[in-house]
């Protein structure tokens, strides 16, 4: 029998409808009579008692709102009758005790990644460019279309034949809505590139780098920085105009502070220097390309699964994502730390109303005075804007059942499991203790990918309820629905599906050991998420206190 109904906490005084509900009906839960008193969406919550103006709205045993008006029970919780909060959090010292989970038929296994000189591993082996300011990514845009095209990394040529052939059905004078019609079809964009072990060429386009303050540009140099040294990297082309306010020593030296021992190609171009566009260009082209025939001859090799940096993420967040995704990938990342990987999680926006129950977990007291002293900067910086983190739910979130940011946060969190938190990150800091980290960005899907990949995520997990297609340059992302409906209609940017446990066919911990089967094979290049086919590199530096 189908469930229609879950409580997620035993402290909770809300149920969650997992299928449409009707004004009238008669549930049943726990041996107790709930009358519904409007019609309750899939994904959306009735409460389980009347509930007066002021009283705590408790999901995920903890607070996530307050009612603001007499509530009847069973009646839809909605933005008008609860508004957001959550309890306070403090430093308490750590007492935590973790029950990890059995890894025995993981415990042997290996990836095959590609082994650098400091001892990390990538799951890619990319070459990446780099401008230094926003003047350049014109150039960036013209490299990238010749190097793509001729050495068969570009995406598009099923787009252009279509273009094509509506340009000779229009000139034809054919009827444009049935050459509308037509299909369109593409070979295997892995089976054209020239170099078999180069997984990509990527491009850094950015907005920054010049005007803003000079603080914006510090805190680019680190994070080009950071993608630089990044396992899944093997070679860098700099381009620089020579005048902007993120001058290349500067990036220099903040590659040198974070990695003494960068041994990776690195070229370096810098148009005001240069004889023309034309020269800047070519020559930028052919260095790169002699890179290209270098960095190719590195081949996967086996590697413990400990060497696999997991970045957690989620966006387009629905009512089951804290239900099926979110708690599914936490298994992952829980059975990863207990095998010696590390874990990131971010979005600290995100992390709202989970604050003291992450406190608890972190190990070094330092750290925990870390996350606390971060998180309440960014609000602080937030509100200080006109915002608060009461305003990250975005429509399509609060239309898919998440009412308030405590109930997005609770449920977002869970994608970090339950193991201990080893160390508390800056934005750019770089992952060194392996185990669960927690890294300070936003919770805007690309700052928060852009940022995790800073930090060392070799892999990104990203779970949906409404279907986003981000992705990053430099670290593979894997898409995870909440939901069948979903994986069904977005199916060309989906690569796993979750809604087994909605439906009550797979428990948790099921679908977290099949996600970490495919993040092997995906770490061991044997499938390519549909992000990485779709060449979606999405890029975007935070700019702090200005972003949710």
């Known amino acids: 029998m189908v469930t229609r109904i879950l409580k997620i906490h035993p402290n909770d005084n809300v149920l969650v409808a997992l299928q449409n509900l009707a004004k009238g009906e008669t549930i049943i839960h726990d041996g107790q009579e709930y009358i519904l008193q409007d019609d309750i969406n899939a994904k959306h919550k009735f409460f389980m008692q009347d509930m007066q103006a002021g009283d705590p709205v408790m999901m995920y045993g ?34 935590y005790e973790w029950q990890a989970p059995d890894v025995s038929k993981f415990k042997d296994r290996t990836f095959n990644g590609y082994l650098r000189s400091d001892g990390r591993v990538g799951t890619a082996n990319y070459w990446l460019f780099i401008p230094t300011v926003f003047c350049e990514n014109r150039n960036l845009d013209v490299i990238r279309e010749a190097l793509h095209n001729e050495l068969g ?22 009827n444009l809505d049935e050459a509308d019609s037509n299909s369109i079809t593409q070979a295997n964009p892995v089976s054209n590139r020239i170099f078999k072990n180069v997984d990509g060429i990527k491009f850094l386009n950015h907005q920054g780098g ?20 990044h396992p899944n990297v093997a070679g860098v082309t700099v381009l620089s105009l020579g005048c902007q306010n993120l001058q290349v020593y500067d990036l220099m030296e903040d590659l040198k502070q974070r990695n003494p021992n960068f041994d990776k190609p690195l070229f370096i171009f810098e148009q005001q220097q240069s004889q023309s566009e034309e020269q800047l260009i070519k020559e930028a082209i052919r260095k790169t390309f002699i890179g290209l025939t270098e960095i190719n001859k590195t081949e996967r090799q086996p590697a413990p699964l400990s060497k696999l940096v997991l970045g957690v993420k989620c ?17 992952t990342s829980d059975l990863l730390v207990a095998l010696g990987g590390t874990v990131l999680l971010a979005e600290f926006p995100e992390l709202c109303g989970a604050e003291q129950q992450l406190i608890d977990r972190t190990k070094d007291e330092n750290a925990a005075k ?15 804007a006109g915002s608060g983190f009461h305003m990250n739910p975005s429509p399509g979130n609060i239309k898919d059942g998440l009412i308030t940011d405590a109930i997005k946060s609770t449920g977002a969190a ?25 890294v300070c960005t936003p919770g805007n899907d690309v700052e928060a990918t852009t940022g995790k990949a800073a930090s060392g995520a070799t892999l990104i997990l990203f779970t949906t309820g409404l279907g986003t297609p981000t992705g990053n340059p430099v670290c593979p992302t894997i898409k995870v629905a909440t939901n069948n409906a979903l994986a069904r209609r977005m199916g060309d940017i989906i690569d796993i599906n979750t809604g087994p446990v909605i439906e009550g066919e797979k428990t948790i911990e099921q679908m977290g050991e099949d996600i970490l089967e495919y993040c092997i094979k995906a770490a061991s290049g044997e499938v390519i998420p549909k992000a990485v086919l779709l060449n979606q590199d999405d890029f975007i530096p935070w700019k702090r206190g200005v972003s949710l």
């Open 210 to 229: 010049c005007g803003g303050t000079r603080q914006d540009a510090a805190v680019l140099s680190k994070l080009l920085a950071a993608y630089a040294d």
């Open 153 to 174: 990394y570009a995406v598009t040529d099923k787009y252009k034949s279509y273009a094509h052939n509506l340009v000779d059905a229009w000139k034809n004078g054919e």
């Open 414 to 438: 869970k994608k970090g499991g339950t193991s201990p938190v080893e160390d508390v990150l800056d934005y750019t800091e770089a992952a060194t203790k392996p185990g669960l980290n927690l």
């Open 315 to 331: 966006g387009g967040s629905d009512g089951f994502s804290g239900i099926s995704a979110n708690p599914a990938v936490g298994y």
């Open 370 to 384: 870390k996350f606390i002293q971060l998180m309440k900067a960014y609000s602080q910086a937030a509100e200080n």
């Open 62 to 95: 903890v607070l996530v709102g307050k009612a603001q008006n007499f509530i009847p029970k069973g009646g839809l919780m909605n933005t008008e009758n609860t508004k957001h909060a959550s309890d306070p959090y403090e430093f308490r010292p750590y007492h």
